[in-house]
Structures are given as C-alpha cells and as structure tokens.
C-alpha cells in the first residue's frame, strides 16, 4: 500500500478588518498585537534570509548608531537579561560580526560594536526591512506617515518601554506572574 505524501499545510488567509470583532478592532492591545505579530514574522523571514536570528538582527540594530555598549546596556535595550544578551552577543563576536574592545574607565566592562561584515549583514536585513515598513507607509496619507512612528514612540514611552512606567503595577504584576507560576507547579 503506497502513502500519500502528506500535503502542504496552506496559510490561514488574513484576517480582514470586517471580521474582527468590534471590540477587539478598537483596542490598542489588539491593534498593536496584531501589528508586532506581523512584523515578527516579517523579521524572522529577512534575518534567516542573511542566516542570522532575530536576536541578532535586533542586536545588531542597536549598536548601529556606533555607541560601543556594555552587555548590560544591550540587554536593556533589547529587553532580555544579561545572560541571553551575552550569549546572543558571543556568537556574533564568534563569527566576526562584533568586536569586543575593553571600557575605558572599568577594567570589568567590555564594550560591543559593530565591524565592517556587522554592519554589511545589517544593512542587507534594512534593505528589506525598509521595503516592509514602505508597505505599512503605503495608502496612508503623508501627514499622518509622520505621526505613526511619533505616536508609537509615545506610546512605547508612557509605558516605559517595556514596563507599565508605573511602580506599583509593576510590583503587582511581578507577584501575580509568581502566584500564577506557583499555582501552575502544584497542579503539575
């Protein structure tokens, strides 16, 4: 008895505006979720494309303004801890990406920066980066362009930037993710 080749699972067709439910549409959680989902998934696709991570690419992204950066100072601007920052950093120090060079006043820190291949792998990611971020900018009328990027920073920056930008609530959560975690352990 021969198999059939199993065939090709097909991409769900997007979801238009006109079936979202009215609530969820109207809610920046959504919005924006809807939003980051497709670009991680336009991400993943240009960073395997230079044989590269997502993380690699976003590190890279950050020390394209040629600040040399502590694995610290990555690991906030990447939100992640220190020890995913350092172990994203090494491999892109290993294949010559990054070079490490020591800080001038601590003896402890090194610094990270880009090289020439770096910035050339980075660049070929922008490249069609910048061809996805056209087609978000397409059909909207050049006044509001402007205001898209400005809004999300405002919007990033009132929140903190990966935080609620409020201390209270983030203790709160903080011990509510802990409660949910301890809770899920002993059903385990």
């Known amino acids: 008895m021969s198999e059939e080749p199993a065939a090709t699972p097909r991409p769900a067709a997007p979801v238009g505006p006109e079936r979202l439910p009215t609530a969820a549409f109207s809610r920046i959680e959504y919005v924006s979720q809807r939003l980051a989902r497709a670009l991680q998934r336009a991400t993943e696709l240009i960073a395997a494309r230079q044989s590269i991570s997502v993380s690699e690419y976003r590190m890279l992204l950050i020390l394209s303004d040629h600040v040399p950066r502590s694995n610290a100072d990555l690991a906030r601007l990447m939100f992640v801890s220190s020890q995913a920052a350092h172990l994203v950093l090494s491999d892109l120090v290993s294949r010559g990406l990054v070079e490490r060079t020591p800080h001038p006043d601590n003896r402890r820190i090194r610094l990270a920066r880009l090289t020439d291949d770096g910035l050339a792998k980075l660049n070929a990611c922008l490249a069609e980066m910048i061809a996805v971020e056209d087609r978000i900018?397409?059909?909207?009328?050049?006044?509001?362009?402007?205001?898209?990027?400005?809004?999300?920073?405002?919007?990033?920056?009132?929140?903190?930037?990966?935080?609620?930008?409020?201390?209270?609530t983030e203790r709160e959560a903080v011990r509510l993710r802990a409660g949910q975690r301890a809770g899920s352990a002993e059903g385990a």
């Not at 059909?139 to 930008?165: D, I, K, Q, T, W």
């Open 137 to 168: 900018y397409a059909g909207m009328p050049a006044a509001e362009r402007g205001l898209l990027l400005s809004s999300l920073h405002h919007a990033a920056e009132v929140l903190a930037g990966g935080y609620f930008g409020d201390e209270d």
